[in-house]
C-alpha cells in the first residue's frame, strides 16, 4: 500500500510556472513508478508524465513535452511535476499516481494508487 499527497496546485496567468508536489506513505517509494495525470471538467482523465522508480526514464504526453519535467527525489519519497510556460487549456486537477508496473505506464489501469488531486488554474 503506498498513500500520495498532492500539493502546489493554484490560480496562475497564461506563460507562467507552477510545481506540483506529491509526497508518498507507506511502502517503499522507489518500488513504483510515477505518474502525472489531469482531468478537465467533463473531460476523461488523462495521462501527462511519468517517470520509472530510478528517475532515469521519463515519458511525456505530446502537449505538455517541452514545457513540463516530471522528477523524483527517492529519499524524500517525493515526485514533482515542474509546469512551465502554462497555457488555459492546462487548466485542470492534476493527480499523482503510482504502479507496480512497466518502465513508465501511460494508461490510468496500470496505476494502483491516487493520490486526491491538486487544482490548477490558468487564465489567459
Known amino acids: 500500500q503506498v498513500q500520495l499527497v498532492e500539493s502546489g496546485g493554484g490560480l496562475v496567468q497564461a506563460g507562467g510556472s507552477l510545481r506540483l508536489s506529491c509526497v508518498a506513505s507507506?511502502?517503499?517509494?522507489?518500488?513504483?513508478?510515477m505518474g502525472w495525470f489531469r482531468q478537465a471538467p467533463g473531460q476523461e482523465r488523462e495521462f501527462v508524465a511519468a517517470l520509472s522508480r530510478s528517475g532515469g526514464i521519463t515519458s511525456y504526453s505530446d502537449s505538455v513535452k517541452g514545457r513540463f519535467t516530471i522528477s523524483r527525489d527517492n529519499a524524500k519519497n517525493t515526485v514533482y511535476l515542474q509546469m512551465n510556460s502554462l497555457k488555459p487549456e492546462d487548466t485542470a486537477v492534476y493527480y499523482c499516481?503510482?504502479?507496480?508496473?512497466?518502465?513508465?505506464?501511460?494508461?490510468?489501469?496500470?496505476?494502483?494508487?491516487w493520490g486526491q488531486g491538486t487544482q490548477v488554474t490558468v487564465s489567459s
Open positions: 507507506g511502502r517503499s517509494f522507489s518500488s513504483y513508478c
Open positions: 499516481a503510482a504502479a507496480v508496473a512497466r518502465l513508465t505506464p501511460q494508461k490510468v489501469y496500470e496505476y494502483g494508487y
